[in-house]
């Protein structure tokens, strides 16, 4: 949370189940914009779950999955989302649910057919009754990616602004250097997140998500 993220994973690794190591593991990797590393971490620790019978967090393991996955290939997305939804029928998990409906959004990102900014507003009320801070963090994000995709500048720095005025706790404030990245926009201050390779490397994959969604959107 607070961007050490070099340390988190040094920190992870001596975790252990109960310490929800690949779940921490997850946390520093896609942040990093490494969606294949990321959804790696978190089959595993869905897979621990079901292994332990632990089936809310099995359910919550798939259910970031699929938001890791929302920002690679929407056909992948659809999948991991069906298989979210199965997993939490009868749980509940109402942070979750919201991760799963975010991920949809970003699944969609970049579409003019998908009312991605309507459904992100009312996603906003819902989170936002609920109470579930980290969620409208996440929801930004894919808002953020959906207004890179299309190149919508304004939209962009409004986003940011958004997380950094709901990150001024220093709590995640690499969020909103994450939508920079994507929008290949310079941070407005500078970042004191120690990112586990370099900033460049991970400004350059998130960059390659948005770029990768254009060409998919093109062959529509």
Known sequence: MAGDLPAALATAH?????????RVEVDIWWPHGDMGRAAVAYAAARDE?????????????????????AFTDPAVA????ALAEQ????VDLRATTLITQIAA???????????????????????????VTYAELALDLAV?????????????????ARLR????????????????FMADTAPAHP?????????????????????????HLHRR
Do not use: C, K, M
């Open 165 to 180: 005025e709901n990150t001024r706790s220093g709590d995640f404030a690499y969020y909103s250097h994450i939508a920079a």
């Open 78 to 81: 659809d999948d991991e989302l």
């Open 49 to 69: 779950a079901e292994h332990h019978g632990v089936t809310g967090e099995r359910g919550n393991s798939q259910a970031h999955r699929a938001f890791a996955l």
């Open 105 to 131: 959004l970003a699944r969609d990102a970049g579409r003019t057919d998908a009312d991605v900014d309507d459904r992100a507003q009312v996603l906003r009320t819902e989170i936002r009754a609920a109470r």
């Open 87 to 90: 997993l939490l029928a009868g």
């Open 191 to 215: 970042s004191s997140t120690r990112w586990v390779d370099d900033e460049p490397s991970t400004r350059q994959r998130w960059r390659a998500l948005v770029i990768t969604r254009r060409g």
């Open 144 to 160: 953020a990616f959906h207004h890179a995709v299309r190149d919508d500048r304004d939209q962009v720095a409004a986003t940011i």
């Open 14 to 22: 001596a975790l252990g189940w109960e310490g929800g190591h690949h």
